[in-house]
């Protein structure tokens, strides 16, 4: 008869070396996942979405002094910062305020004072005097007429150019707009063309619609304006050569299409022989 076999228990401790192995077990979990505070990717899913502005902020925005002109021909124009600021130009000059500074003031000597007030009226209004409505200017009583001097020309002109250096491009594009619908006459238009080549650079935009004006109806206009005319090609040799230049163009224009009509094909130019 075989002995009677004895089980033996024997008891896991709770510190044993399974417990080790579970430790370690959620230990190297623990060390291999991703800590919530490092960035995952996808952070940016989502774009910030930017503080929108009212226009009720603009008005609570500190007041700044706008001086146009120097000496005794100085006007402080009054206007609000946060208006200001959607010109670069401005924004770098305020930007330049602290809350200690009394008043808060921008010198403008060289500019015009009644540009300065169309761009103003141009930040509250989105539009400055006058207005156009059904693609026509609003009837201006300041106005002369004939406008022999260009005065309307002129002041949407002199907006234009300060719409450049303040950084407002919709205003230029409205400002060059409202020269286009604008009337004018011969002598008027002189006095236009001579602003925007004294003011503008050679890159400029706005010299090639002037000299295209003139090329196309320089037929006309230099009767009503010969003096006037002759005076400014040779005050401003570049817009006399911009006129040749375009007149020129047309010229050879009409005379290709003259040689396809009348020989049915299109041929080159060819220098005549000397015999």
Not at 134 to 158: C, F, I, K, W
Not at 180 to 199: D, M, P, W
Request: glycine share 4%; proline share 5%.
């Amino acid at each position: 008869m075989a002995d009677n076999e004895v089980e033996v228990e024997i008891p896991i401790e709770e510190n044993g070396d399974n417990g080790d192995d579970q430790t370690m077990g959620e230990a190297e979990a623990e060390a291999t996942a991703a800590p919530e505070d490092d960035p995952t990717g996808l952070e940016n899913i989502e774009p910030a979405v930017p503080e929108h502005v009212t226009f009720l902020d603009c008005l609570r925005s500190p007041i700044v002094e706008l001086v146009v002109g120097t000496g005794a021909d100085a006007t402080i124009l009054s206007a609000h910062q946060g208006l200001l600021t959607s010109s670069p130009f401005f924004a770098e000059a305020c930007a330049q305020f602290d809350e200690r500074s009394q008043p808060r003031r921008i010198e403008l000597p060289n500019d015009d004072l009644s540009a300065t007030s169309s761009v103003l009226e141009y930040l509250y209004k989105g539009d400055y005097f006058p207005t156009i409505t059904n693609q026509a200017m609003e009837y201006d009583s300041t106005v002369p007429h004939p406008d022999n001097e260009g005065v309307a020309l002129l002041r949407h002109a002199r907006v234009y150019i300060l719409a450049k250096r303040l950084e407002l491009p919709k205003l230029a594009t409205l400002a060059h707009r409202k020269i286009h619908l604008t009337q004018s006459t011969a002598k008027g238009e002189i006095e236009y063309a001579r602003f925007v080549y004294r003011e503008t650079s050679a890159e400029d935009n706005i010299r090639r619609p002037v000299a295209q004006f003139w090329a196309t109806r320089s037929h006309v206009l230099r009767h009503e304006a010969e003096q006037e005319f002759k005076r400014m090609c040779l005050e401003y040799p570049q817009f006399g050569f911009d006129v040749l230049s375009l007149v020129l163009d047309a010229q050879e224009k009409r005379s290709s299409r003259a040689e396809v009509v009348s020989s049915g094909t299109s041929s080159g130019r060819k220098r005549q022989r000397m015999i």
